[in-house]
C-alpha cells in the first residue's frame, strides 16, 4: 500500500507541477467559464417577471445560485476524455500501458491537480463577484453541510467517469473528437450550468433528473442554495452513486473491448 501511495503522491506531483506551469492558459479558460456568472444575473435582473420569481427563484436566489454553480463546476467538471483520445490517436498512448500505475488511476490523480489548481485560480475571482454582486446577497443560506460535500465529491466522480467512459471510444474509432462536442449539448443545459433545471418544462426537468449530467454539477450546487433538502438530498446521492458505478464498469468493459483495437500508429 505504501508503494501504491508512492506512486500516486508522484503522479499527482509531476501533474500538479505542471499546472502551474501552464496557469496563464488556465485563467484564460477561467474567464470563459466566468462570462455565465457576470452577465446571467444581470439578464434575469433586468427581466420584468424577476419580481415574482422564476423556476422558484428570486433575484439573490438566482445570482447566488451561479455563483455556487461556477465554483461547483471549477471542480467537479473533467474534460480529461481529449487528453486521452488524443493520446490514443497519436500513439503516445503507448507509454501509458507500461506504467508501474493504472492508467485509470493515472488519469484521475492527473484531473484532481489540474482541478485543484484551477479552482485555487478561481477562488480571486469568485470573490470580485461577491463584492460585486453584494447588493442581491444580503440574506444567503448555505447548505454547506456533509451532504454537499458528499456530493461535491461523487459528482466529480461522476464527471470523471463518464468522460472517461466516452474517452474509450477512441480505441473504437478514427475520430472521436466529434463525438466529444456533443457531450457538451446536454451537458449545459441538463446539469444547470446555463439556467438551473427548474426553469425547464416540468418534463424536460424530470428527464434531467434521470441522466448523469444533472448529478455532476446540478446536485450538489441546489444542496448548496437550499433547493434539494431531506429525503431528495439522499436520494440525490443514491443516484450520484450508482452512475458512478454503473459510468467505471461500462468504461472498463469499453476498455477491454477495445484495447485490442489500438495499434500505437504515430509512434
Known sequence: MSVLLRKWRAVFSIYFQDGLAYRASGLIWILTDCVTALTMPLVWARSSSIGGGIGGYNLGGIVLYYLVMLMVGSFVTS?????AAMEIKDGAFSAQLIRPIGYLQFMFLRNL?????????????????????????????????????????????????????????????????????????PMLFLSGQIFPVDVLPTWAAKVSRLLPFYY????????????????????????????????????????KKGLPYYTGVGM
Request: proline content about 3%.
Open 216 to 255: 455532476t454539477t446540478g446536485a450538489p450546487s441546489e444542496i448548496a442554495v437550499g433547493r434539494l433538502t431531506g429525503p431528495a438530498i439522499q436520494q440525490s446521492l443514491l443516484f450520484q452513486a450508482g452512475y458512478v458505478v454503473a459510468t467505471y464498469l461500462v468504461g472498463r468493459w469499453l476498455w
Open 113 to 185: 491537480s489540474w482541478r485543484i489548481i484551477r479552482f485555487s485560480l478561481f477562488l480571486p475571482f469568485a470573490l470580485l463577484f461577491i463584492f460585486a454582486y453584494r447588493g442581491y446577497l444580503s440574506d444567503i443560506h448555505l447548505n454547506l453541510g456533509w451532504e454537499f460535500w458528499a456530493s461535491l465529491v461523487l459528482g466529480h466522480l461522476v464527471s470523471f467517469f463518464f468522460v472517461m467512459m466516452m474517452a474509450m471510444l477512441a480505441l473504437f474509432v478514427q475520430e472521436a473528437m466529434a463525438i466529444f462536442e456533443l457531450y457538451y449539448i
Open 79 to 83: 474534460h480529461m476524455m481529449w487528453e
